[in-house]
């Protein structure tokens, strides 16, 4: 079982049930998430650089507009488009974040995600064992990977009338030892059998 800094674990025995014995716990490589937050990276810094040139060139009064006008341009145009883009630079930093606040575990009885999302929210997935049993493993370079417990497909169309899938996955991503975890399980599964 993975090392975890005691305020998670001690959150996790407290949200135990009576008689339920913690078989793993662990939380996602946060380093890979910071790879999740490159592409909006790379977007902030166009749209910084936008948001904060419209702001100089406003407040600096090197244009034929009247001050007002100008003014009334920053805050409406130069400033959002700044702090977006500020804010798409802070991403990969958010994503890290919440991979430090994020963690999983299993139990003899069920596996649960803590996943943090954003300004802290927690948000608890509980999986119990016949949801285990349709498990799917990708395992990456290195030995991490992700088990997929749950996959929910949906058609939709979209507003010219073109069908869309989405499919959106839940269970545990970039966790390390990643077989060892899936047959941790997989041993569970079949004591219960």
């Known amino acids: 079982m993975e090392s975890l800094p005691e305020e998670l674990d001690s959150r996790i025995r407290h949200a135990l049930d009576l008689g339920e014995k913690l078989l793993w716990a662990g939380q996602p490589r946060a380093a890979r998430f910071l790879?999740?937050?490159l592409l909006p990276f790379l977007c902030g810094i166009p749209c910084a650089g936008v948001g904060g040139t419209l702001l100089w060139a406003a407040f600096t009064g090197n244009h034929d507009l009247p001050l007002w006008l100008g003014r009334?341009?920053?805050?409406?145009?130069?400033?959002?488009?700044?702090?977006?883009?500020?804010w798409l630079l802070t991403s990969p930093y958010g994503?890290?974040?919440?991979?430090?606040?994020?963690?999983y575990f299993v139990t003899d009885r069920r596996?649960?995600?803590?996943e943090a999302g954003w300004l802290g929210r927690i948000q608890a997935r509980y999986f119990p064992l016949h949801m285990l049993r349709r498990m799917r493993c990708r395992e990456h370079r290195g030995g991490?990977?992700?088990?997929v417990f749950d996959r929910v497909v949906t058609q939709e169309v979209d507003?010219?009338?073109t069908p869309r899938t989405r499919i959106v996955e839940h269970?545990?991503?970039?966790i390390d030892n990643?077989?060892?975890?899936?047959?941790?399980?997989?041993?569970l599964l079949n004591s219960w059998e």
């Open 72 to 86: 009334a341009l920053a805050l409406c145009v130069a400033l959002p488009t700044l702090l977006v883009g500020l």
């Open 171 to 174: 269970g545990f991503y970039t």
């Open 95 to 103: 994503m890290y974040r919440r991979a430090r606040q994020t963690v």
């Open 111 to 114: 596996a649960i995600a803590w």
């Open 178 to 187: 990643v077989r060892h975890v899936e047959a941790l399980i997989r041993d």
């Open 159 to 161: 507003d010219e009338g």
């Open 35 to 37: 790879w999740y937050g």
């Open 144 to 147: 991490n990977g992700d088990l």
